[in-house]
C-alpha cells in the first residue's frame, strides 16, 4: 500500500510556470506506475501524464505535450509534474495517483489504486 500527497498547486498567470510533487509514503513507491490526473469543474478526470515504475517509460496527453514535464525520484519516493507555458484551459485540481503495473499502456488511465488529496492549480488570463 501507499499513500500520497500532492502539492504545488496555486495561482499563476498564462504563461507562468509551476511545479507539483506527490510524496509517496513505504518502501514500494518504486515498484508502481506513477500518473498526474487532472479535474476541471464539470467535466471528467483526465490523464494528463504517467510514467514507468522505472521512469524509462512517459506517456503526455496531447493538450500538454511540449509544456509539461513528468519525473521520478525513486530515491526520494517522489514524483514530479514541471508545467510551464500554463494556458487558463489547465485550470484543475491535479491528482496524482499510483498503480502496480499491468502490462497496459501508460495512456490507459484506469487501474489507478492510490491517490493524493488533489491541489488547485488556477491559470489566470
Known amino acids: 500500500q501507499v499513500q500520497l500527497v500532492d502539492t504545488g498547486g496555486g495561482l499563476v498567470q498564462a504563461g507562468g510556470s509551476l511545479r507539483l510533487s506527490c510524496a509517496a509514503s513505504?518502501?514500494?513507491?518504486?515498484?508502481?506506475?506513477m500518473g498526474w490526473f487532472r479535474q476541471a469543474p464539470g467535466k471528467e478526470r483526465d490523464l494528463v501524464a504517467a510514467i514507468s515504475d522505472d521512469g524509462g517509460t512517459i506517456y503526455y496527453a496531447d493538450s500538454v505535450k511540449g509544456r509539461f514535464t513528468i519525473s521520478r525520484d525513486n530515491a526520494k519516493n517522489t514524483m514530479y509534474l514541471q508545467m510551464n507555458s500554463l494556458k487558463p484551459d489547465d485550470t484543475a485540481v491535479y491528482y496524482c495517483a499510483a498503480r502496480v503495473p499491468s502490462g497496459r499502456s501508460l495512456s490507459y488511465g484506469r487501474g489507478y489504486d492510490y491517490w493524493g488529496q488533489g491541489t488547485q492549480v488556477t491559470v489566470s488570463s
Open positions: 513505504g518502501r514500494t513507491f518504486s515498484r508502481y506506475t
